[in-house]
């Protein structure tokens, strides 16, 4: 009885390859967007459970805010290490023990970037940061309420890593955005909303900050 074992061919082995090839080269672009939006979403969440916790803090420091930074003659606590302890009441129970405290509070307090950042960086990495420009001159901090259009004045926002200067900093304005997040950058509100906010083809790395305060989005920066 006659039997037909077909293998194959050189030439079908090739083709397979290369059908093989060209889904992969269709799917990697697919692949890493979805990664990057996953890094965008969770960026937005870190910045809402940011924002509970500067509402938390402002409640009970008689609606005050907490400082930008730690430099100058103001005296309080900065807004970086303001969030902890509301940060570590919120975490499930069930999950503190987990990780150490230390990692929790980054996990929220660090744009999903803070995980490429070498070990002997991040101690003095703050990748997310604080509208410097709420409380300037003799003014420390700001009431929260105090603000007459917060749905369009920056609280928080996506800052700069790629300069050791900047990145050290818990503040910083328009000059310190680091559009990471398909050439976008989050911006949490004075009113609690995040949005996804875009101002030029930055990538965040190779050109440094934002040419202007406004990105033609009606973004305030000095609420005075």
Same mark, same amino acid.
């Given at each position: 009885?006659? #039997? @037909? /074992?077909?293998?194959?061919?050189?030439? *079908?082995?090739?083709?397979?390859i290369?059908?093989?090839?060209?889904?992969?080269? +269709?799917?990697? %672009?697919? +692949? $890493?967007? &979805?990664? *990057?939006k996953?890094?965008?979403?969770?960026?937005? $969440? /870190?910045?809402?459970?940011?924002?509970?916790? +500067?509402?938390?803090?402002?409640?009970?420091?008689d609606?005050?805010? %907490?400082?930008?930074?730690?430099?100058?003659?103001?005296?309080?606590?900065?807004?970086? #290490?303001?969030?902890?302890?509301? &940060?570590?009441?919120?975490?499930? %129970? *069930? /999950?503190?023990? !987990?990780?150490?405290?230390?990692? =929790?509070l980054?996990?929220? #307090?660090?744009?999903?970037?803070?995980?490429?950042i070498?070990?002997?960086?991040?101690?003095?990495? =703050?990748?997310?940061?604080? @509208?410097?420009?709420?409380?300037?001159?003799?003014?420390? =901090? =700001?009431?929260?309420?105090?603000?007459?259009? %917060?749905?369009?004045?920056? +609280?928080?926002?996506d800052?700069?890593?790629?300069?050791?200067?900047?990145?050290? #900093?818990?503040d910083g304005?328009?000059?310190?955005?680091?559009?990471?997040?398909?050439?976008?950058?989050n911006?949490?509100?004075i009113?609690?909303?995040? !949005?996804?906010?875009?101002?030029?083809?930055?990538?965040?790395?190779?050109n440094e900050?934002?040419?202007?305060?406004?990105?033609?989005?009606? &973004?305030?920066?000095?609420?005075?």
């Amino acid at each position: 009885m006659y #039997k @037909n /074992n077909h293998a194959f061919t050189l030439i *079908e082995l090739l083709i397979v390859i290369f059908i093989i090839l060209t889904i992969t080269g +269709l799917m990697f %672009p697919v +692949l $890493s967007s &979805i990664r *990057e939006k996953s890094k965008q979403a969770v960026c937005m $969440s /870190n910045m809402g459970q940011l924002f509970k916790c +500067l509402v938390q803090y402002s409640i009970e420091n008689d609606g005050y805010l %907490p400082l930008d930074d730690n430099s100058g003659p103001c005296n309080g606590e900065v807004w970086f #290490k303001a969030v902890d302890r509301y &940060i570590i009441t919120d975490t499930l %129970p *069930e /999950n503190q023990t !987990e990780i150490s405290t230390k990692e =929790r509070l980054m996990r929220i #307090k660090q744009d999903p970037v803070f995980k490429t950042i070498s070990q002997d960086e991040k101690d003095n990495t =703050r990748s997310i940061k604080m @509208n410097t420009q709420l409380a300037q001159g003799s003014m420390c =901090r =700001r009431m929260i309420d105090s603000i007459s259009f %917060p749905s369009k004045t920056v +609280l928080l926002f996506d800052g700069r890593i790629n300069n050791t200067t900047v990145a050290s #900093k818990y503040d910083g304005s328009y000059g310190s955005v680091a559009q990471r997040h398909s050439r976008g950058a989050n911006i949490l509100f004075i009113d609690g909303h995040v !949005e996804r906010v875009q101002n030029g083809d930055s990538d965040g790395t190779a050109n440094e900050g934002w040419p202007n305060g406004h990105a033609d989005q009606g &973004i305030i920066w000095d609420p005075d």
